[in-house]
């Protein structure tokens, strides 16, 4: 079983940054990639980033690329999201993503409010 847990929500203004965390629980966690996920008020959840188990490969949404970072402590048995410049197109719930195997986890997700 895996247990993910988000962090580091809130509300901030266009061109801010925020950092969000996901705290994973269980075993061989540096195995699987990580990723992260967001839903926007009547939209559908969209991918924003991925991470490979060994910190390799990263892949970013279209949206994103080149305000946000992923990165990954297997140690720790985090993932976080480094947003830069954010938009008020950004606000969304966002939520942490584990794929193993045939199953998928997901957090509960963390509220990212961002105003003009």
């Known amino acids: 079983q895996v247990l993910l847990v988000e962090s580091g929500g809130g509300l901030v203004q266009a061109g801010d940054s925020l950092r969000l965390s996901c705290a994973a629980s269980?075993?061989?966690?540096?195995?699987?990639?990580m990723g992260w996920f967001r839903q926007a008020p009547g939209k559908e959840r969209e991918f924003v980033a991925v991470?490979?188990?060994?910190?390799?490969?990263?892949f970013y949404a279209d949206s994103v690329l080149g305000r946000f970072i992923i990165s990954r402590d297997n140690t720790k048995k985090t993932t976080d999201l480094q947003m830069n410049g954010l938009k008020p197109d950004d606000t969304a719930v966002y939520y942490c993503?584990?794929?193993?195997?045939?199953?998928?986890?997901w957090g509960q997700g963390t509220q990212v409010t961002v105003s003009s």
């Open positions: 269980g075993r061989n966690i540096g195995t699987y990639p």
């Open positions: 991470i490979g188990g060994s910190s390799s490969p990263t």
């Open positions: 993503r584990l794929p193993r195997g045939r199953s998928e986890y």
